[in-house]
T-cell receptor, first 114, second 113 residues
Framework: GQQLNQSPQSMFIQEGEDVSMNCTSS?????WLWYKQDPGEGPVLLIA?????ELTSNGRLTAQFGITRKDSFLNISASIPSDVGIYFC??????????????FGTGTRLQVTL | GAGVSQTPSNKVTEKGKYVELRCDPI?????LYWYRQSLGQGPEFLIY????????DSGLPNDRFFAVRPEGSVSTLKIQRTERGDSAVYLC???????????FGPGTRLLVL
């Protein structure tokens, strides 16, 4: 099945540094989502974006919905050890009145060193 | 309240066997989704239920895979004649309505020997 292109694949950063990752698609979406997955767990929603150009924050996290509706990025400021995990973007195209599956990215594995 | 639960958490089976994976969604959630996550990949959509009916089964890889949700709550994903390539984590998610946030369970890790 289709997977969105997510970069970088992995990052090793020091505690306190800012992190940036992005996601691109060949098709448009009308919702972009960012999830975090810890080992042995399911993905947990971090941020949801519903409008092209939208910039949304959740604590130290900031995400943007690209103008073309084919991309999104996630920033994490002042990283801390508990930010370690795998971050996935997901696109959703919801036709009026119906649901749609999530199409996930390939993931960015974040490692934070002290 | 309780989140999405999945049983078993791990399943080891032999090639050719039949397996059933169970998902208990959050109480009251009408929409239920199954995804499959292979090692090092993001989850991939399998099937979506609205109530008791499968509204979209376009992600099921072949006719060995089947899912049911007879009473509009618990769902079972059934895999016949398992193959080694079926080894993956099978994730279930649910939401209040199809338009709202999907909450994921911890997954069932299936290993086919």
């Amino acid at each position: 099945g289709q997977q969105l292109n997510q970069s970088p694949q992995s990052m090793f950063i020091q505690e306190g540094e800012d992190v940036s990752m992005n996601c691109t698609s060949s098709s448009i979406f009308n919702t972009w989502l960012w999830y975090k997955q810890d080992p042995g767990e399911g993905p947990v929603l971090l941020i949801a974006l519903y409008k092209a150009g939208e910039l949304t924050s959740n604590g130290r996290l900031t995400a943007q919905f690209g103008i073309t509706r084919k991309d999104s990025f996630l920033n994490i400021s002042a990283s801390i050890p508990s930010d370690v995990g795998i971050y996935f973007c997901a696109g959703q195209y919801i036709p009026t009145g119906t649901a749609s599956k999530l199409t996930f990215g390939t993931g960015t594995r974040l490692q934070v060193t002290l | 309240g309780a989140g999405v639960s999945q049983t078993p958490s791990n399943k080891v089976t032999e090639k050719g066997k039949y397996v059933e994976l169970r998902c208990d969604p959050i109480s009251g959630h009408t929409a239920l989704y199954w995804y499959r996550q292979s090692l090092g990949q993001g989850p991939e959509f399998l099937i979506y239920f609205q109530g008791t009916g499968a509204a979209d089964d376009s992600g099921l890889p072949n006719d060995r895979f089947f899912a049911v949700r007879p009473e509009g709550s618990v769902s079972t994903l059934k895999i016949q004649r398992t193959e080694r390539g079926d080894s993956a984590v099978y994730l279930c998610a649910s939401s209040w309505t199809p338009m709202e946030t999907q909450y994921f369970g911890p997954g069932t890790r299936l290993l086919v020997l």
